[in-house]
């Protein structure tokens, strides 16, 4: 079995890089030329032998390379931390890298700097997570249905290997080859690590006196990455934006108690740690979250809901097939729970979900739920037969704002026990862990059989509060069957540290996935951390909300830009752009100029108010300044917010189509606009729909 390198010194040298292990002395090195990028396998004491080396520094691994406008970047680990150990296997988050260079620039390029910064923080805010022995890309029922010999990248799960596009040079290299070494080399395997994007965390606890170790896993996909308002729905590949994979872990008799460091284990290049003789059992529940699965997006222009845009059905159904044929071939039966509103604005994108799955299921059968609260407290969709793949689909609707609204967050149980029956046959999946094996062997004892697939609009505040009630029954049963827990007890009754823990983890959880995708912190998590709804906590849901609106209008373009760039969305040496026109600002120089405006008269008025008047001077002057500046400022507020498109913080790498055509839209109509629309110019510089080719989404669409 070959694992990835623990030690990596790079050897700088003017003509390449070289990357040697210091605990496999008699490995290839890997050389990467300079400039070129060429990589190649070498005999790294004979090769060094013949360099002048100016520098050599100690890395934890290499995420991979990156191509920009200018430049090829060797991308590496330069510092991480442990978090825990997992079946005895140390991990580790990212903490700082460093990008290396090829060429030694020596002017000074805006566009390739920006690159740079925007790569810089989004690997520095992105939470990465790896580990040298165990792949932390799979759930431990994958991994048992696994060849353990192969190497750690080839078993990688390929939605969540989240440095897969950067690691394509590698591994293009290790499967046809290079210069001078045509043939597969799988002497790179070592250098080749996989790294998850997402929350990880592991704890070292006990429950009743029963030491044990409980993890909780969130893997983010790679597919269709970015943002709140500027990724939604599925692609033309089928894959969902904010698609995430959660696997809550529960191991009993764990080889790993104690962090450890690198020395010290039994294993030095697996970092494992060696058992007592013990079985080890591990038992996991898995779940997944994912957009709505049809063509649709919703539209910033300044308001604080924007407008939604929904194709029409039957151009999404082919995705929607490759999407759930994914789904099913993985994981089963799938149980969708759709927890957007029934009214509303939310109605449309709830209709269209239903309307996709009625499309793909054989002879639909519906079945509404009625109370007080809701003409359709539920609402069901299930096959008449077992005739197609697709049957093996079930809609499940539960209108969780009605009945849970005046902070009765109780309520949510209600879907819980809707769902008793699936949840009973679904199971969970349960192994031993052989001891004194030194291959990771796992003797599977059950298989979880399906999966809950949860959404709400965002798939973020809503969704995070049903999938930790649906962990906290699965582990319920876990401890039962584990003869810790008496039938019909609930831990959370039976062991308040053990509950706290549980609770702080899934809020946690919830947090880490909201911030990537919406830039801010969970809702809602006040109920998560205490188990029931407070006022701090709604106080600070609105102080959540109104961060959103700011983020994802002002400041989100750019982090798409940076999702695009590190996943490889868009390629920087392939565009098709002129020179220095990447993140130029494209408006009109009046459009750009009226947030300044805006600022400067409610200064003036700021600086009218508290200036004191010269004693037996006219009051009517500066009554006129103030009333000029006033309507200068409001005049700017109302054109800002009535062009908003024109203000929204656009991607500038993948334009959106809807995006350029509402631009398009907005700046005819302020052409007509009677105080500006003589002095906009008709045609802006740079501003040619050739950018626009590349985009990700077809331009047709049905209001």
């Not at 300044?596 to 008269?601: I, P, R």
Request: hydrophobic share 40%; glycine share 8%.
């Amino acid at each position: 079995m070959t694992l990835p390198y623990r030690d990596i010194n790079i050897h700088v040298a003017g003509d390449s890089y070289i990357f040697t292990s210091p605990s496999s002395p008699n490995a290839p090195a890997l050389s990467i030329d300079r400039p070129t990028g060429d990589i190649r396998l070498v005999d790294g004491a004979s090769y060094l032998s013949g360099r002048r080396v100016s520098r050599v520094s100690s890395v934890a691994g290499v995420l991979g390379m990156i191509r920009l406008r200018l430049d090829k970047y060797i991308v590496v680990i330069t510092k991480a931390q442990p978090v825990g150990r997992l079946k005895g296997h140390m991990v580790y988050k990212v903490i700082t890298t460093d990008l290396l260079p090829l060429r030694e620039r020596q002017i000074r390029d805006p566009d390739e700097d920006k690159f740079l910064a925007l790569l810089r923080n989004f690997i520095k805010s992105g939470p990465m997570y790896f580990s040298y022995s165990v792949d932390l890309t799979n759930s431990f029922q994958r991994q048992s249905q696994q060849d353990a010999s192969a190497p750690m990248w080839s078993r990688a799960d390929d939605r969540f290997f989240w440095n897969r596009f950067i690691q394509s040079d590698l591994i293009d290299f290790r499967t046809r080859g290079g210069k001078g070494q045509p043939a597969p080399q799988p002497g790179i395997d070592p250098f080749i690590l996989p790294v998850t994007f997402g929350t990880l965390e592991i704890h070292q606890t006990t429950f009743k006196s029963t030491p044990l170790t409980i993890a909780l896993i969130s893997r983010r996909s790679r597919h269709r990455g970015g943002t709140r308002y500027f990724t939604r729905g599925l692609d033309d590949e089928g894959h969902a934006s904010n698609y995430n994979e959660t696997e809550q872990v529960v191991i009993l008799n764990d080889s790993g108690s104690g962090m450890g460091g690198f020395a010290g284990s039994g294993d030095m290049q697996s970092g494992k740690r060696g058992t007592d003789g013990r079985e080890m059992q591990i038992l996991s529940y898995v779940q997944t979250r994912g957009s709505v699965p049809v063509y649709w997006a919703e539209v910033n222009t300044l308001k604080y809901t924007p407008k939604i845009q929904i194709r029409s059905i039957e151009s999404a159904l082919p995705a929607a097939k490759l999407h759930f044929d994914e789904q099913i071939r993985i994981y089963g039966d799938n149980y969708l729970v759709n927890l957007v509103n029934q009214k509303g604005r939310e109605m449309r994108v709830k209709q269209a979900y239903e309307q996709m799955v009625e499309m793909l299921v054989s002879g639909p059968r519906e079945h509404t739920q009625s109370d007080q609260l809701t003409d359709e407290k539920f609402h069901t969709i299930d096959a008449s037969g077992s005739k197609s793949h697709f049957d093996r689909l079930h809609y499940v609707y539960f209108d969780f704002h009605t009945e849970t609204k005046g902070m009765q967050m109780h309520r949510a149980q209600l879907l819980i026990d809707q769902m008793h029956d699936a949840l009973v046959r679904q199971q969970y999946f349960r192994a031993v862990d052989m001891p004194a094996s030194h291959v990771d062997r796992l003797e599977v004892r059950n298989l979880q059989t399906s999966v809950v697939r949860t959404n709400c609009m965002d798939c973020l505040d809503r969704t995070n509060v049903v999938q930790s009630l649906l962990a906290r029954w699965t582990l319920d049963r876990m401890f039962v069957d584990l003869g810790i827990l008496n039938p019909g007890s609930h831990f959370k009754d039976e062991d308040p540290a053990f509950e706290f823990l549980f609770r702080n983890m899934w809020a946690d959880n919830a947090d880490i996935v909201s911030k990537a995708y919406s830039g801010t912190g969970a809702m809602k998590t006040d109920l998560t951390r205490l188990g029931k709804r407070t006022k701090a906590g709604a106080l600070q849901d609105g102080n959540v909300a109104v961060t959103r609106y700011w983020r994802n209008n002002f400041l989100d373009g750019p982090r798409q830009d940076a999702f695009d760039l590190f996943l490889g969305a868009y390629l920087p040496a392939t565009a098709n752009i002129g020179s220095n026109l990447v993140f130029a600002d494209r408006r009109p120089v009046l459009i750009q100029a009226v947030p300044y405006v805006t600022a400067f008269s409610f200064f003036f008025v700021f600086i009218g108010l508290f200036t004191r008047r010269v004693p037996d001077s006219a009051a009517w002057p500066l009554r006129l300044f103030l009333l000029f500046w006033t309507l200068v400022g409001l005049w700017s507020l109302y054109f800002i917010f009535n062009n908003g498109m024109l203000y929204v913080n656009w991607p500038k790498l993948n334009p959106r189509p809807w995006a350029t055509e509402g631009y398009h839209e907005t700046i005819s109509k302020v052409r007509k606009d009677k105080v500006l629309g003589a002095f906009v110019a008709r045609h802006e510089r740079g501003l040619s729909t050739a950018r626009y080719l590349n985009a990700e989404e077809g331009k047709k669409r049905i209001e």
